[in-house]
């Protein structure tokens, strides 16, 4: 599977106004230079040389206040592609000022799905599937670490963990909802639910909402998810215990939805996958990639 970074294709920490920074550099400083933003933010640049050659860095530092604070932004589906320019254009339409950005989350290069989580105004847009992110409160104070987050539905008189959601659909019970794309893109058969949500309510890292099934589809493939709905999909090849929980299930039933997380990530209002975790009470992380360089932290 490959991986790469996005600029904005998927996350782009629009610092709409910014975000916490903490410059850590190896080597003889040559050149540097900070400059005062505003709202107690401070973009700096410097040049370095490690003994070998020149680096470059740049940073922005952060306090949470009033005038400047961080969002994630994804475009508008979270698979669509996007940069830098497109992405800041997006929040210009809503009339924010964007004062920087750095790189989001990892994607797989053959279908740009995201690895890690993304919450956007407090909505889950996308489960973290067991990696490390970053997140924000409404204060503009900050979280990292695993947000943990378990989705189970119930119905049929039987209660399901799901996958994940906006994820690719594997073995079991994958939702998605109108955030992801204009369709489900699975290539196999199975089941896709078409489930609907009172208008005034959404899914977040910590909730209990109840949706209505709205029509239950045989698909071979691929199916569109409409605009404000949600798709509980299923494959073909799964085990008969979830199978069964399709077949007794009708038009106009309840299925029960129950999202947790760890520990202060409840009310994060903004939230981006950074997959790995360099440093950890003063430590060095272990378990990297062979040849792991990161060019982007947090």
């Known amino acids: ?3 790469k970074r996005t600029i904005s294709l998927l996350l782009l920490f629009a610092l709409l106004l910014s975000l916490p920074a ?22 700096s640049a410097g040049i370095y040389w490690t003994g070998s050659d020149f680096r470059r860095e740049y940073y922005l530092e952060y306090t949470p206040n009033g005038s400047v604070f961080p969002v994630v932004v994804y475009g508008s589906k979270l698979l669509n592609y996007g940069d830098f320019v497109s992405m800041a254009k997006l ?12 790189n989001g989350d990892y994607y797989n290069t053959w279908d740009f799905q995201p690895l890690g989580i993304v919450v956007s105004g407090g909505e889950l847009i996308t489960t973290d599937s067991g990696f490390q992110g970053v997140g924000f409160y409404e204060d503009g104070s900050a979280i990292i670490g695993k947000p943990a987050v378990v989705m189970k539905a119930s119905f049929s008189g039987e209660t399901y963990q799901l996958d994940g959601m906006n994820k690719a659909r594997l073995t079991g019970y994958t939702l998605y909802s109108s955030d992801y794309a204009a369709m489900t893109r699975s290539s196999a058969p199975g089941w896709d ?3 609907s949500l009172p208008e005034d309510e959404i899914i977040t890292t910590s909730c209990e909402l109840e949706f209505t099934v709205e029509e239950i589809i045989e698909s071979e493939g691929a199916v569109s998810i409409p605009d404000g709905k949600y798709i509980l999909s299923l494959p073909e090849s799964a085990d008969e215990w979830r199978r069964g929980g399709v077949e007794r299930l009708s038009v106009g039933d309840t299925v029960k939805l129950t999202v947790t997380c760890a520990e202060g990530w409840e009310d994060v209002q903004w939230a981006v996958g950074t997959l790995y975790r360099l440093i950890e009470d003063g430590e060095i992380c272990s378990g990297f990639e062979a040849g792991a360089a990161s060019r982007t932290a947090v």
């Open 1 to 3: 599977m490959r991986l």
């Open 22 to 43: 903490l410059a850590a550099v190896m080597g003889e400083e040559l050149e540097s230079v900070t400059v005062a933003v505003r709202g107690e933010t401070d973009y």
């Open 91 to 102: 929040l210009n339409e809503q009339g924010y000022y964007v004062v920087g950005g750095i």
């Open 193 to 195: 639910i078409v489930l």
